[in-house]
T-cell receptor, first 111, second 114 residues
Framework: GQQVMQIPQYQHVQEGEDFTTYCNSSTTLSNIQWYKQRPGGHPVFLIQLVKSGEVKKQKRLTFQFGEAKKNSSLHITATQTTDVGTYFCAGPHNQGGKLIFGQGTELSVKP | SAVISQKPSRDICQRGTSLTIQCQVDSQVTMMFWYRQQPGQSLTLIATANQGSEATYESGFVIDKFPISRPNLTFSTLTVSNMSPEDSSIYLC???????????FGPGTRLTVL
């Protein structure tokens, strides 16, 4: 079945270091979305990428959608303790309006 | 963005009992979803709650165990029936954000079954 895979599962960084999480889909996606879940919180929508090769930035966060629309990445420059949480990518299922979520990357930042 | 509330926020229940979780949205939405998230894990879709018709369940989830109601476009309930400790999890409802495929999530219900 349709799958979205995400690596790494965990990433521990020193504050100020960069962080990247990668997302790969088994099928071509119409769009890719990223969500952030703080510890004890619920997933919060960050961004949606629609176009092949699209790059979007939100302050220190850079999101990319691959040319083949099957992979994506989230890069955080100079991490801060406020970046702590789990980052999920998600793509629409090819049947219906539901989403398929990656396994998530849990980011911890040591001050 | 939609504002979503869930009740209860957490509960501790005895094995064999049932719990009904409510999800209320501040605006009318087409699609409502119910997810389960076990500690340190990703989101697993239980079912899509359809207004005016039966919910659509994902593989591994059945109506007898997780009956869902969707009486109108702003409200849904999920019941976890005949609970066992394996049902201990966070249950999240979400709604679609219109025509963009994106979703807004409720705060979740943390369920512990003893």
């Amino acid at each position: 079945g349709q799958q979205v895979m995400q690596i790494p599962q965990y990433q521990h960084v020193q504050e100020g270091e960069d962080f990247t999480t990668y997302c790969n889909s088994s099928t071509t996606l119409s769009n890719i979305q990223w969500y952030k879940q703080r510890p004890g919180g619920h997933p919060v929508f960050l961004i949606q990428l629609v176009k092949s090769g699209e790059v979007k930035k939100q302050k220190r966060l850079t999101f990319q959608f691959g040319e083949a629309k099957k992979n994506s990445s989230l890069h955080i420059t100079a991490t801060q303790t406020t970046d702590v949480g789990t980052y999920f990518c998600a793509g629409p299922h090819n049947q219906g309006g539901k989403l398929i979520f990656g396994q998530g990357t849990e980011l911890s930042v040591k001050p | 963005s939609a504002v979503i509330s869930q009740k209860p926020s957490r509960d501790i229940c005895q094995r064999g009992t049932s719990l009904t979780i409510q999800c209320q949205v501040d605006s009318q939405v087409t699609m409502m979803f119910w997810y389960r998230q076990q500690p340190g894990q990703s989101l697993t879709l239980i079912a899509t709650a359809n207004q005016g018709s039966e919910a659509t369940y994902e593989s591994g989830f059945v109506i007898d165990k997780f009956p869902i109601s969707r009486p109108n476009l702003t409200f849904s309930t999920l019941t976890v029936s005949n609970m066992s400790p394996e049902d201990s999890s966070i249950y999240l409802c979400s709604v679609d954000a219109g025509s963009t495929d994106t979703q807004y999530f409720g705060p979740g219900t943390r369920l512990t079954v003893l």
